[in-house]
């Protein structure tokens, strides 16, 4: 069964004003269980005011987001408990810290719940364990923390509610190289090992490809794109045409298979890339 | 070339009562000479933006000093010289952007300089066409893409004329297309005008278009060298957080597979090349 499906989901900003602005348009598509999906798309192309939908922080103009088979809006009453099951890591997270110490931030969520008290510290030093965060912060003010580290405590908060869909928004933006894999690798386990959805937006096609099951392309509003990451990067004419671009390693392979057409080039990694030269070589 | 910014013995600590302050700079020393491209690179946290906001006095040090064209950043009288000389972009241009229409925005600068409004006619319009942007310039700036915005950003700067620009990450929030229109900006703001550039990435890619890198380490300069050099010594990149590009893992890569490879690419064109004439050479 599908963990989320969007039906016709049509956004509209400001509807009835002369601002009014389709930001979405007619969306159709299925996310499953325990599936890692990127969101690619150029600024403006709708990824933030789609993923706002999941949790319930815009509510559709038209069309329907279904959470394990009901619509989310049937009962409004019960938003609250979409919430805690999508979570939601926006754009600059360390602007939403806010509490004295870095252990009630990441506590704040868990506690909104009504887990009790053992549980909820059960859940802060997973979720710190889980972001490598070092205990000896648990007692600081997160205002004292460097920006990699707020960062990470923001992620943590959101974590620490263990929700079953992930849904993170440039996480990494500002992240040094080693820092950016770590966490993406922490992500991939969250997935992995815990039958969770993660649902990662970014503007790194490196990561996205690495990383998706499959990738969702907006661009304008429309869906123009769900597919896996080989077939989504093989579209370089279309890509380019929305103002993207696929993996650097890909777009190298695509160039050489210009002159060499027996060379792959759906290939997404270093790695890969390797491989296929060396075999070619071999076989010339 | 004569030193444009010379860094002497820098050490800079945000809270200076007390003894036990950590140093976040740590006795940094550093000529940045005129009309250089230099990328500093180090993991979160090393101490980069710190550095860089010493060179327009937005910080000053602890200990040690920062010299711009020779004058002190201490000197408080020549804080007006040393900030029309050397301008800063941060990475969020939302942050930095504060007027509605495209053309307010780039004469904001010069303006508060006390330029005279003929001049600064002529200088919004030349800013604006260097970033290519000259078309907008009756937009309103919440309505540009973000790569278009940052352009606006540094269009800003280019009015004021600094001698040099300081780019704190400006592409970390951009798409793919907006990373290499402000990346070209900068390319040619530095190659066709002049302009020193001193750039903070964490884009290795961005990084390879310097003339020299420097690489930072717990308020420290580990490292300073061709990007050329620093990229071939890929253990040592590793010890510091940082990674290499994608085209220079490809050919490192290669080499430990067997493959003759000498050269080494900086970028997508070269790496191609090196492919395509090692292929040829088999047949």
Redesign the interface.
């Known amino acids: 069964m599908a963990k989320i499906e969007i039906q016709d989901l049509t956004y509209i900003y400001s509807e009835g004003t002369p601002a009014a602005k389709k930001a979405l348009s007619n969306i159709n598509l299925c996310i499953k269980k325990n599936e890692f999906i990127g969101i690619i798309g150029r600024t403006g192309s709708g990824k933030s005011t789609f993923a706002k939908h999941l949790n319930a922080l815009l509510k559709p103009t038209e069309g329907k987001v279904i959470l394990d088979g009901k619509d989310i809006w049937d009962e409004p009453k019960e938003i609250r408990n979409v919430r805690f099951k999508v979570g939601m890591v926006f754009q600059y997270p360390e602007h939403q810290l806010f509490e004295e110490t870095v252990y009630k931030d990441i506590a704040f969520g868990p506690s909104n719940m009504g887990l009790p008290k053992d549980e909820i510290e059960k859940k802060v030093y997973m979720a710190c364990e889980f972001i490598n965060l070092d205990f000896d912060l648990l007692y600081k003010s997160p205002f004292e923390l460097s920006g990699g580290e707020k960062r990470k405590v923001a992620i943590a908060g959101v974590i620490a509610m263990d929700p079953e869909v992930l849904i993170l928004d440039e996480p990494t933006a500002g992240f040094d190289p080693k820092s950016k894999e770590q966490l993406l690798y922490q992500l991939h386990c969250y997935y992995k090992n815990r039958g969770k959805t993660v649902i990662l937006i970014s503007h790194n096609m490196d990561d996205i490809a690495k990383y998706s099951d499959r990738i969702i392309v907006l661009d304008n509003g429309n869906l123009v794109m769900l597919d896996s990451p080989k077939r989504v990067f093989s579209q370089i004419d279309l890509l380019k045409s929305i103002g993207l671009e696929p993996p650097q390693i890909t777009s190298i392979m695509q160039a050489l298979k210009e002159e060499f057409p027996d060379l792959s080039d759906e290939i997404l990694s270093v790695d890969e890339a390797v491989e296929a030269l060396s075999n070619f070589v071999k076989n010339r | 070339m004569k030193n444009f910014i010379d860094i002497v013995d820098l050490k800079f600590s945000y809270n200076n009562e007390g003894n036990n302050a950590k140093n976040i700079l740590n006795g940094i020393n550093l000529n940045i000479k005129k009309g250089e491209f230099l990328a500093i690179l180090?993991?979160?946290?090393s101490g980069k933006s710190t550095l860089i906001k010493h060179l327009n006095a937005m910080l000053l040090p602890t200990k040690g000093n920062v010299f711009v064209n020779g004058i002190n950043t201490k000197d408080e009288g020549k804080l007006y010289d040393i900030r029309s000389t050397v301008g800063l972009v941060l990475?969020?241009p939302d942050n930095q952007i504060v007027a509605s229409i495209v053309e307010d925005e780039v004469a904001f600068g010069p303006e508060n300089l006390g330029v005279a409004p003929k001049s600064i006619r002529e200088r919004v319009d030349m800013a604006l066409k260097l970033v290519d942007m000259y078309e907008y310039r009756k937009s309103t700036t919440y309505s540009l893409?973000?790569?278009q915005k940052q352009r606006i950003a540094i269009a800003g700067i280019i009015a004021m004329q600094p001698e040099c620009i300081l780019l704190d990450?400006p592409t970390?929030?951009?798409?793919?297309?907006?990373?290499k229109e402000v990346l070209d900006t900068i390319k040619s703001l530095n190659k066709n005008y002049g302009i020193t550039i001193v750039l903070i990435t964490?884009y290795?890619?961005e990084a390879a278009n310097a003339d020299r890198i420097a690489i930072i380490n717990e308020g420290k300069i580990v490292r300073i060298d061709a990007p050329r050099i620093i990229f071939s010594e890929v253990a040592f990149l590793d010890k510091y957080?940082?990674?290499i590009p994608?085209?220079v893992?490809?050919i490192h890569?290669?080499k430990l597979?067997?493959?003759p490879l000498n050269n080494m690419a900086l970028d997508?064109r070269e790496?191609?090349n090196i492919?395509?004439k090692y292929?040829n050479s088999?047949e």
């Open positions: 180090g993991a979160n946290g990475q969020n893409s973000g790569g990450e970390s929030m951009l798409d793919p297309e907006g990373r964490h290795m890619e957080q940082l990674s994608t085209v893992e490809l890569k290669l597979n067997g493959l997508e790496c191609v492919l395509k292929f088999l």
